[in-house]
C-alpha cells in the first residue's frame, strides 16, 4: 500500500491488524475482547483517555436494569463487567440486578483488563478523521494523535462509536432523530456531589422527578435557575456521601456538529452548578455541605444517527416481544425517548404525558435483537453496535443503554472474527447459527428459537 506514502509521506501506515474497533465505549469494549479471544489481531481507538463511555467518562450513576425482573438477560461479557463492579462496591448488594450504581473510577480499571488481558492494543486520545474505502467497504482509517496521522489498516471493522461515524462515512443509510420534526433526544451531563448527608439524603424527599412530591417540582417552579426546565433527576449513592447525578437536559445537541457539542459542554456545566445550588436551597439537610466535585469529561448523548442494516427493528417488533432466528441477544429495557423542549413545556401544561409513550414488559418478558441490525446495507466488512443500530427511533431509545450495547458488542466482535476469515471479509455472509452457539458457548442468554 505504497499509496499512502504517495499522498503524504506524513502519514505513516499500520497494516498488522485484523479488525479495528472505533470507539471504546461498552459495545467497543467488548467487541474488541470478543474479537481478541477468537484469536484475532486487535486494535482499539477511543478518542478519550479512558474505556468505558458514559459509565466512566460521562459518569452516569447506574447501570440501567440487568434483569428482566426474574434473571438476569445481559449475559456473558457483560454480566461479567457487571459482577466486577458490584464486586469492587461495598454498599451494593451482590444480588442486585436493577439500577445498580456505578464507581466510575473502578469501571475504568475493570474495561481497562478486560481489554488488555484479551490480547487485543488500546490507543487512547486517537481519533478516527477519515476512512479509505474499497470494494463497498472501509481498506484503512484514518487516525490522528501525538503521532500525527495514520493509516490502519484491518480486514474487518466494527463501529461502537455511537454515531455510525464509520459506517455512515463509508456510504452507509442512515437516519437521525425525529422522522418529521428533526428533533433528537435531549443530552444529559452527569455530575457528582461529595459531602452529602447520608441520612438525610435518604429519608427526606426523593429527588427523582417519578416522585411528585420531589423538591424538583419546587425548583422548576421557582424559576429561579433557568437552566433547570423539568424534573428529570435520577441519582445513585456511589460511594461514602457521594452522589452521582444523571440530571437535566439540555437540548439542540448534535453529538455530530463539533460546534453544538461545544455548546451544549459549556451550558451543561452551568446546568450542573445551577442543579447544585438548587439542592442546597431546597434540600439543605441533605445537600447544603455539599460540594460539585466533577462534572463528566462527555456529555450524555442519548441519539445521533441510526444505521439502515439488513433487518431493522421496529417498535411493532417490540411491542410482539418477537423473537428471531439470527438474534444475538435479548432486550427488556422499557422504550426510553426523552421528550424535545416543547413536550416539556407541554408536559407542565398537562397537555403531554411522557408515560403515555413508553412500554413496559412483564417480570420474563423480552425482545430479540437480529444480527441484522448490526450490518448495514451496501457496506461490506463494518458492523455497527450501540445505540446506532438498525432500528426505528423508539426502540432506539431503548437498546441505546450499556448492559444492551455490552452484549451487542460481544456479538460484534464474534462475528467480526468469522468474517475476518472469509473470503472478501463480508459481515453480510456470517453463519448466524454458528455466531450464536459460539456466543451460547461463552454464557450469552439466547433462548432457542423455532
Partial sequence: MAGYELKSREIGLDESYDIIVAGGGPAGCTAAAAAAREGKKVLLLEASGALGGMGTGGLVPAWCPFSDKEKIIYSGLAEKVFTQCKEGMTHVSNGAMDWVAIDPELLKRIYDDLVIESGADVLFHSSICAVDKENNGISAVIVSNKAGLT???????????????????????????????????????????????????????????????????????????????????????????????????????????????????????????????????????????????????????????????????????????????????????????????????????????WESRTRRYEPGESHGIPYGCLTPKGVRNVLVAGRAVSCDRPVQGSVRVMPVCLVMGEAAGVAAAAAADNAGCDVHTVDVQALRAKLKEYGGYLPDVE
Avoid at 463509508?170 to 451531563?189: C, I, V
Avoid at 422527578?209 to 422548576?220: C, D, F, L, R
Avoid at 449513592?237 to 457521594?242: N, S
Avoid at 450542573?272 to 436551597?281: D, G, Y
Fill in 151 to 353: 493509516a490502519y489498516m484491518a480486514k474487518v471493522f466494527i463501529d461502537c462509536t455511537g454515531d455510525a461515524d464509520l459506517a455512515a462515512w463509508a456510504g452507509a443509510e442512515f437516519m437521525k432523530g425525529d422522522e418529521e420534526s428533526g428533533d433528537l433526544q435531549p443530552a444529559t451531563h452527569c455530575f457528582i456531589l461529595t459531602n452529602v448527608d447520608e441520612y438525610h439524603y435518604h429519608n427526606s424527599e426523593n429527588l427523582h422527578g417519578g416522585n411528585k412530591k420531589s423538591p424538583m417540582y419546587a425548583i422548576v417552579d421557582s424559576g429561579k435557575f433557568p437552566l433547570i426546565k423539568d424534573w428529570h433527576a435520577c441519582n445513585n449513592i456511589i460511594g461514602p456521601r457521594t452522589v452521582g447525578f444523571n440530571s437535566g437536559h439540555v437540548w439542540n445537541v448534535d453529538n455530530t456538529d463539533p460546534k453544538s457539542l461545544t455548546e451544549g459542554l459549556i451550558t451543561g456545566r452551568k446546568l450542573a452548578a445551577q442543579l447544585h445550588q438548587a439542592f442546597i436551597e431546597f434540600s439543605p439537610k441533605a445537600f447544603a455541605s455539599s460540594f460539585l466535585v466533577s462534572t463528566g469529561s462527555l456529555l450524555g448523548i442519548r441519539e445521533t444517527r441510526r444505521i439502515i442494516g439488513d433487518y431493522f427493528l421496529t417498535v411493532e417488533d417490540y411491542v410482539a416481544r418477537r423473537s428471531f432466528k439470527d438474534e444475538i441477544g435479548r432486550n427488556c429495557y422499557f422504550i426510553d425517548v426523552h421528550g424535545s423542549a416543547k413536550e416539556v413545556e407541554l408536559e407542565k401544561k398537562g397537555k403531554f404525558n
